[in-house]
């Protein structure tokens, strides 16, 4: 078998895997799901799901990736034809969140002419500004479009080159405005009772649907459960350490969506915006803290949606090519075409989930495209991706073979071999199903079950028909 191509340097796939982890779930997703789902005591449950789970899948991906030598669907493939469905199920969460991830990514560039175009000027008019410019038909779509070229620009021509020097500049400058927003909104008159709703757990606002919207997030955050990251651990050269590596990038992913919180929270507080503000929420409290800044806060809130688009890109171009990935390998496209095709659909399904939160569109059980897309991947796909990835890693890979992958054949200590086995072969599958199914029963409450229901038919029509993929 021919060598398999590898990162450039330690450095570059950490900023890759890095890269495609933080995006708009730690800054946009993370402060609005956090303050939707009532704080202190949603976020400690996140830290414990990304601790015990996505750190230990995080792992069992990297490590079926590096010993299977190949990207997600044939990782499973080679193994057993029946295991294909796992991998196709990823292709299929990365084309639905692809399917709204655009329409985000395309207001973040938005908000870089507007923060040029006069917003900070209003202070009070920010938040009916941006209701009226995401349900507005026809604008949104325009910048929808162009952050989708951008992605297919960069994985036309193949995502190694470019994404890695692109993260290596502008993960630091994001992590910087992030730290400079949140010493600026710790220091307004107020800001405490933001930290305290971030930080304090009331535990009885938690149901079974706090507990699933933590472990999406979670999922979600660290780009799990859909085979990114057994992509990525087949390029990672032998005597890498996967474990620390898996260490370095939750830490990270996770440092950003704290960050993100410390700097969204104390300032909303101080201002009085609500903290169940929905998707709107960076886009309504980034602006309104610079806005009473002048000129200078018009340059921080510019670099601020710069490097939000830049973080949004090293994530979508990953998504981007998980599909293209499997035109390529699984039906021998070139990759041009394979662009063309999975981008194509993508358009569709941004242009369906953009009008619908103007109330435009077909709505499945009440919910418009927007919502559908984002609770099939992040309340079931993702979740049973890292389930089914549980279950081959502690069920049909031997275990022994996971232990030399991921101690080097021994020449590495992990001592905590022996726990984390346990839990990616018992534990955490059976905690995923412990709290999907709560989650899709509380969900019928919201109206959401429905949905959920039709993504579990999804999975079970995508393990049948998969074999012929
Ligand atoms: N993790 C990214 C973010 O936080 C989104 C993302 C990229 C993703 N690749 C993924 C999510 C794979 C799930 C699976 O914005």
Known sequence: MAKRENWGSKLGFIMAAAGSAVGLGNIWKFPYTAGENGGGAFVLIYLFFVVVIGFSVMLAEFAVGRRKQLAAVGAFKSED???????????????????????????????????????????????????????????????????????????????????????????????????????????????????EFLFKPDFS???????????????????????????????????????????????????????????????????????????????????????EMGGVGTIFAALFFIALSVAALTSSVSLLEVVVAYFIDEKGFSRPKAVVVSSSIMVVLCVLASLSLGGVGPKVFGTGAFDIFDLLTDKIFLAFGGFFVSIFAGWKLSKSDLQNEVTNNGSIKFGLFGIWYALVKYIIPLTILWVAFGGIRDGFESGAGPIMIIGLLIIAITAVFSKKL
Do not use: C, H
């Open 81 to 195: 034809r029946r295991w294909t469905f796992a991998g196709a199920l990823g292709v299929l969460s990365a084309l639905l969140i692809m399917g709204f991830y655009p329409v985000v990514g395309g207001w973040s560039l938005a908000y870089v002419s507007k923060v040029f175009t006069g917003l900070l000027n209003a202070p009070e008019a920010i938040a009916s500004t941006f209701d009226s410019f995401i349900t507005n038909p026809l604008v949104p779509l325009m910048w929808m479009v162009a952050y989708l070229i951008l992605n297919i620009v960069i994985v036309v021509r193949g995502i190694s080159t470019g994404i890695e020097k692109a993260g290596k500049v502008l993960m630091p400058l994001l992590f910087g405005i992030l730290i400079a927003i949140s010493i600026k909104g710790l220091t307004l008159p107020g800001a405490m009772a933001g930290m």
């Open 205 to 291: 606002v938690v149901d079974p649907s706090v507990i699933l919207a933590a472990l999406g997030q979670a999922f979600f955050s660290l780009s799990l459960g859909m085979g990114i990251m057994i992509t990525y651990g087949s390029y990672l050269p032998k005597q890498e350490n996967l474990v620390s590596n898996a260490a370095i990038v939750t830490v990270m992913d996770t440092a950003v969506a704290l960050l993100a919180g410390i700097a969204m929270f104390p300032a909303m507080f101080a201002f009085g915006i609500a903290p169940a503000q929905g998707p709107g929420l960076v886009f309504v409290v980034v602006p309104t803290i610079f806005a």
